[in-house]
């Protein structure tokens, strides 16, 4: 492409993906181009002396990409078609008047049907095609909204104008003599799940993702509103800082969020900024993704002292930045009532960076899950460095043999696995698949490369684990317990307590408490709650959710003592008895 082939300066100082997409349009096979990702947002163009200027995506493809020369067109179904200046629609219409002199009212030349102004367009850019093949003239298409236009769906589903758009985009893609005309067709949305997939997966389509703003960018950005005066920065905090911890956010979100406090005359501090990023990105994220907000850390965990220094270690090469030394994520086993959550949100408070957990992002609409997930990754992507956690993983992400659903869950369990494998994003995000039947999980998703590392929690099995485990209970619900032994209470009642049971005893006793008008729990409240309290009734599940923990287990050391020495032929063969004992295949 001659125009950047002479720029080389210029085209150094573009983002990446702007030079992916430069790199080829410049190599001249290609007609049709799919821009997705961070599009609504301002894009910044940086000087040849350093600085940032910020333009919307229209206006940077057709000023900074394309020098604002030749015809530059827009199109989306509210605007119809507008050209960049006056004088390229005057052009326009003289020629499309000539081409067709029975057309009396001319607005159907620049209609907001896709069936007429594509059609009147496809005619335009053929005529104005150079006949000197010598002479330099390029045309370019910019769809917005094209979700709008070429939807996902069955092809026996689309309406008449569907396919007719679908049909003439793709022919478009392939035609030679747009190839040989310069002419480029732009497509911009925000998910390519949005977009017919028979589009999104042709040879001929290009397509070109738009990422969140990095560290840089924002700081860039934050320097120019700083300049302006509407950024006012509370005492001892500066740009990098908030440069630093607003990953997560674009440039549209962040000049709102200045935008408020300027208008309020207020100053931004590091704690505000935390509480609207939260806000900011669960509201951007449509209810997929929630933040876990915790107080703890590992020092408020009670036994398990193996995965805890495990933890401890990942925390340590966090901090040091030594991320090539981290897995790229968790399996973390064990039986209910063990703690498997409050560990790994624990984990979270240990390192300081953000946890989200994922929520249903499964849609009854065809097309819906996978533009949710989509919309999800490229938060991830951004928010990074992020802990995600996925409670009960094994119904949760499903796996690749699921039928019923005309292949949606087949695509997104690959979409999923495909995303936890990329060692671009090894500890930059950290995966937490949490289940108490990891024997369930796809070995897709626990192989090396995935959740890498296998740990599990058990319940306490000495009396000194059970009463270490109580303190800690006691310290994390404030209770106020006026002493007394309470190994005298576990000697008598002889029980394989979790720490859930041992919780809910606690609570028991608390309001056993109450009931007498105490705010503070004595022997007898606690003795009465542990004489109540019945062991749970499926001793066959928990058997068998501790068995496939322990199978599991990328490390003997910690494993319970009575399972420790146990051959794994004979942990599988107790395992497949009680899974028969349960009607389990």
């Not at 000023?63 to 827009?74: A, D, R």
């Amino acid at each position: 492409m001659a125009y950047y082939d002479e720029n080389k300066e210029f085209i150094d100082r573009l983002p990446d993906w702007t030079r992916e997409f430069a790199n080829k349009y410049g190599s001249n096979t290609a007609n049709l181009y799919i821009l997705h990702g961070n599009i609504r947002d301002y894009l910044p163009h940086q000087s040849i002396v350093g600085e940032f200027n910020f333009t919307r995506i229209q206006n940077y493809i057709s000023e900074q990409i394309f020098g604002n020369q030749n015809i530059i067109v827009f199109y989306d179904r509210s605007s119809g078609v507008v050209f960049l200046t006056e004088e390229m629609a005057i052009e326009y219409q003289k020629i499309m008047s000539r081409l067709f002199p029975d057309v009396e009212d001319h607005s159907d030349f620049m209609s907001i049907k896709p069936e007429e102004s594509f059609f009147y367009l496809e005619k335009y850019f053929l005529a104005r095609i150079p006949r000197d093949k010598r002479e330099r003239f390029r045309m370019v298409f910019i769809i917005d909204y094209a979700e709008t236009i070429i939807p996902p769906g069955d092809l026996g589903r689309y309406s008449e104008e569907d396919r007719f758009c679908l049909v003439t985009l793709n022919r478009w893609a392939v035609n030679p003599l747009f190839t040989q005309g310069d002419i480029s067709i732009i497509l911009l949305t925000e998910n390519l799940a949005d977009i017919s997939p028979r589009l999104v997966g042709s040879p001929a389509t290009v397509k070109v993702s738009v990422p969140f703003p990095n560290e840089k960018v924002r700081k860039s950005f934050l320097n120019s509103k700083e300049k302006e005066g509407k950024l006012i920065l509370d005492r001892g905090i500066n740009t990098d800082q908030v440069a630093g911890i607003t990953n997560g956010l674009n440039l549209m979100n962040l000049n709102r969020l200045i935008q408020e406090n300027h208008e309020t005359a207020k100053v931004l501090t590091l704690d505000y900024l935390r509480h609207k990023k939260k806000e900011i990105i669960e509201n951007e994220a449509t209810g997929l993704l929630e933040f876990i907000d915790t107080e703890y850390n590992l020092s408020n965990v009670s036994g398990h002292a193996f995965v805890k220094k495990r933890f401890k270690y990942a925390a340590k090469m966090i901090k040091k930045n030594h991320l090539d030394a981290l897995p790229m994520g968790y399996l973390i086993a064990g039986p209910v009532g063990t703690g498997k959550s409050f560990m790994v949100s624990a984990f979270a408070g240990e390192i300081g960076i953000p946890m989200v957990k994922f929520r249903n992002f499964r849609s009854k609409w065809q097309g819906d899950t996978e533009s949710n997930l989509e919309r999800i990754l490229n938060i991830l992507k951004s928010m990074a460095p992020v802990a995600v956690m996925i409670d009960e993983a094994d119904a949760f992400l499903g796996n690749r043999d699921q039928e019923g659903d005309s292949g949606t869950s087949n695509r997104v369990f690959a979409q999923i696995a495909s995303f936890m494998g990329n060692t671009e994003y090894r500890g930059r995000i950290i995966w937490f698949l949490i289940t108490c039947r990891p024997d369930l999980v796809p070995i897709d998703l626990k192989r090396q490369g995935r959740a890498e590392e296998h740990l599990a929690l058990f319940y306490p099995e000495s009396d000194e684990e059970r009463e270490d485990l109580y303190n800690t209970l006691v310290e994390k619900n404030k209770l106020d317990i006026r002493d007394f032994p309470i190994s005298e209470l576990f000697k008598k009642f002889k029980h394989e307590y979790s720490g859930a049971d041992l919780e809910a005893l606690l609570v028991r006793a608390k309001m056993l408490a109450n009931m007498n008008d105490r705010v503070y729990i004595r022997k007898d409240d606690m003795e009465e709650a542990m004489s109540d309290f019945i062991p749970a009734a499926y001793p066959h599940e928990i058997e068998l959710q501790n068995l496939v923990a322990v199978v599991e287990c990328t490390s003997k050391e910690m494993l319970p003592d009575r399972l420790r020495k146990k051959p794994r032929s004979e942990l599988i063969r107790e395992i497949q008895e009680i899974k028969t004992l349960l009607g389990e295949k």
